[in-house]
């Protein structure tokens, strides 16, 4: 046990078990530490699997959490980008010369 070295994983979709264990299984340092799964049923605990993960392979886990954070967040940047409308300074005058009025106000 003082040998583990525990790590915080997100839950995220990509970052589950069920997607990963049968990569990581082709690991013998990593495998050894499981019994044989037979079924789908048989996956191991999470928090267990990614400490002997980090502790057998840390970089694959850095590797793993950096790569989870850059689909989330990474594209969040781009989806930014394509919202985005410039308006140039004469369209802004355009806009302010011509007042709106919502029909949602109380009058």
């Known amino acids: 046990m003082s ?50 993960l980090n502790t057998t392979d840390p970089g694959y886990v850095n590797a793993l959490l950096q790569h989870a954070q850059g689909l989330r967040f990474g594209g969040q940047a781009k989806d930014a980008e394509k919202n985005r409308i410039e308006v140039t300074d004469e369209w802004i005058k355009e806009l302010q010369a011509s007042p709106f009025y919502s029909s949602m106000t109380i009058a």
């Open 3 to 52: 040998q583990v070295r525990p790590v915080e994983i997100p839950k995220y979709d990509e970052l589950s078990v069920v997607n990963l264990i049968t990569d990581v299984m082709k690991q013998p340092d990593f495998a050894k530490f499981f019994p044989e799964q037979k079924t789908k049923a048989d996956l191991p605990d999470r928090v267990y699997f990614f400490n002997i």
